[in-house]
């Protein structure tokens, strides 16, 4: 492997091994070497102006969010994929769950699957915690507001999901049934989440 080659591995490695075509040129890295890395089976190409390192070693699922969080930097992980972050469903998210402010356009990506949901702006804006995932930053929902956004949009994601995972969050070291109700009102579902945690609470 040719020098070139060589230091435009080390640069995307330590990035966490995934890479944007723009990101590429900014860093120094030559188009001919980007593509001839392609090409030598050295770098993948998941979907249109993103690359990942053949031989990374992560899990699917951090692979999957660091590619949406680079190709969606505005949205946030939401739903069924941040309660599995958060360690608060059974379910298994088969897409990347995302926020989209109600305004923003849909982002266009074919890989990986993306189910985008438009938040209202006052409930997009709310508990965004950025987490650092193989050296790049994702913006997920923090686990009390999760939790509500999942009552709120019940009929999407069912209601049977939103109390599994207000039943796990409440018994997470921490869990503060005050920040679920401040969440609760803030994205109008106070009135549906109130009987729900208080039978869960006393």
Request: aromatic share 8%.
């Amino acid at each position: 492997m040719d020098n070139a080659k060589a230091k435009a591995i080390d640069a995307i490695r330590k990035q966490g091994g995934i890479i944007r075509t723009r990101e590429a040129f900014r860093q120094g890295i030559h188009r001919r070497t980007l593509y001839g890395l392609r090409d030598d089976g050295a770098l993948i190409s998941t979907t249109r102006g993103l690359y990942q390192l053949a031989d990374m070693d992560s899990f699917p699922t951090e692979i999957d969010l660091v590619n949406v969080a680079k190709l969606a930097p505005h949205g946030v992980i939401c739903l069924i994929s941040a309660l599995s972050f958060h360690g608060l469903t059974t379910e298994i998210p088969h897409e990347i769950w995302l926020a989209v402010e109600r305004k923003a356009r849909k982002p266009k990506m074919t890989y990986p699957p993306v189910r985008a949901i438009f938040f209202p702006g006052s409930c997009f804006r709310e508990g965004i915690e950025v987490h650092r995932i193989m050296e790049q930053e994702v913006r997920i929902y923090n686990a009390p507001k999760t939790v509500i956004d999942c009552f709120r949009w019940r009929n999407t994601v069912g209601l049977d999901v939103a109390l599994e995972a207000a039943r796990s969050y409440l018994k997470q070291r921490g869990a503060s049934p005050s920040k679920l109700m401040e969440y609760a009102k803030l994205c109008k579902v106070e009135r549906l989440v109130t009987p729900y945690l208080e039978a869960m609470v006393s």
